[in-house]
T-cell receptor, first 112, second 114 residues
Framework: DQQVKQNSPSLSVQEGRISILNCDYT??????FLWYKKYPAEGPTFLIS?????DKNEDGRFTVFLNKSAKHLSLHIVPSQPGDSAVYFC???????????FGKGTSLLVTP | NAGVTQTPKFQVLKTGQSMTLQCAQD?????MSWYRQDPGMGLRLIHY???????DQGEVPNGYNVSRSTTEDFPLRLLSAAPSQTSVYFC?????????????FGPGTRLTVL
């Protein structure tokens, strides 16, 4: 039973526009969420995180929003750039944080 | 720091063969884990370790074995390879703190089982 869900396998956005990637979760005990970015033939790299005591966290062009009542979070990329084309994974810690629960990922394509 | 390193990068096996995927980290992280990535499935946890000498199963452990004799190394053994184990394997490590769950990933091993 997947506890972190990304229901959009792919997203295509024009350069300069906003990219919005969505993630839902089922476990209300999750108190921390992370987004990872993955390029082909590379390992995932950490992008941005948010604690459940916040509803927004911003880092440059990347902002993550958390709606606890809806068990939903989203990653906004503004403005989108071709170099942002990658697979984005939403994740939440397992147990004490020894590993992560990952969503299935959303493949973002930013076109010039 | 080299971070998390994995060897080999690519491997082709025949059904029934065994092999070990190597993983090492030089960040003195207590937590280490193995994931597999399959198309449309995200990353699924195979095994993990919370310290030297301590390992446990993740969500897809069948057909794999691990051990953690040192903090730095966490090898993954395929006992008798099957085509269903064709996948990309990622090793990860992290600190064991309540405020940082950021995992650092290696570059992956692409395994094909014929």
């Amino acid at each position: 039973d997947q506890q972190v869900k990304q229901n959009s396998p792919s997203l295509s956005v024009q350069e300069g526009r906003i990219s919005i990637l969505n993630c839902d979760y089922t476990n209300s005990m999750f108190d921390y969420f992370l987004w990872y970015k993955k390029y082909p033939a590379e390992g995932p790299t950490f992008l941005i995180s948010i604690s459940s005591i916040k509803d927004k966290n911003e880092d440059g062009r990347f902002t993550v929003f958390l709606n606890k009542s809806a068990k939903h979070l989203s990653l906004h990329i503004v403005p989108s750039q071709p170099g942002d084309s990658a697979v984005y994974f939403c994740a939440a810690p397992r147990g004490s944080g020894y590993a992560l629960n990952f969503g299935k990922g959303t493949s973002l394509l930013v076109t010039p | 720091n080299a971070g998390v390193t994995q060897t080999p990068k690519f491997q082709v096996l025949k059904t029934g063969q065994s092999m070990t995927l190597q993983c090492a980290q030089d960040m003195n992280h207590e937590y280490m884990s193995w994931y597999r990535q399959d198309p449309g499935m995200g990353l699924r946890l195979i095994h993990y370790s919370v310290g030297a000498g301590i390992t446990d199963q993740g969500e897809v452990p069948n057909g794999y074995n691990v051990s953690r004799s040192t903090t730095e190394d966490f090898p993954l053994r395929l006992l008798s390879a099957a085509p269903s184990q064709t996948s990309v394997y990622f090793c990860a490590s992290s600190y064991s703190t309540a405020t940082s769950d950021t995992q650092y990933f290696g570059p992956g091993t692409r395994l094909t089982v014929l």
